[in-house]
């Protein structure tokens, strides 16, 4: 069973700058891609990042030139530095990963997502 572990988040006023990074641990398994969601109260969740699976990095418009992801060098951690915060980023982020199971042959796939974590920007 595959776990996603998320870290950081908290509270910071706006301007500020808070760090957030995510881990897969489990055992036979590979990443098709991996990144960051965000849900705000009464809204729908949203990508914020995401590594996708040609290699590229696709960032939502609302957090480009604030935010940025790296992954680690074991491909299965990824983090989001979050700069120039705003009230508007307030969200419960949650780590996300396209999970690629093989056995054999045969392949599945599935979507995988991490508890969540807060993120609070006040102005």
């Known amino acids: 069973q595959v776990q996603l572990v ?5 509270l910071v006023q706006a301007g500020g700058s808070l760090r957030l990074s995510c881990a897969a641990s ?3 398994f590979d990443i098709n891609a991996m ?3 965000r849900q705000a109260p009464g809204k729908q969740r949203e990508l914020v990042a995401v590594f996708s699976s040609d ?3 696709i960032y ?3 957090v480009k030139g604030r935010f940025t992801m790296s992954r680690g060098n074991a491909k299965n951690t990824v983090s989001l530095q ?3 915060l705003k ?3 307030t969200a419960a982020y949650y780590c996300y990963a396209r999970i690629v199971i093989r056995v054999g042959v045969s392949r599945s796939e599935y979507n995988k997502w991490g508890q969540g974590t ?3 920007v006040s102005s």
């Open 6 to 10: 998320e870290s950081g988040g908290g």
């Open 26 to 28: 489990g055992s036979s």
């Open 35 to 37: 990144g960051w969601y």
């Open 55 to 57: 290699g590229s990095t």
């Open 60 to 62: 939502a418009d609302s």
């Open 82 to 84: 979050m700069n120039s």
């Open 87 to 89: 009230p508007e980023d």
């Open 118 to 120: 807060q993120v609070t």
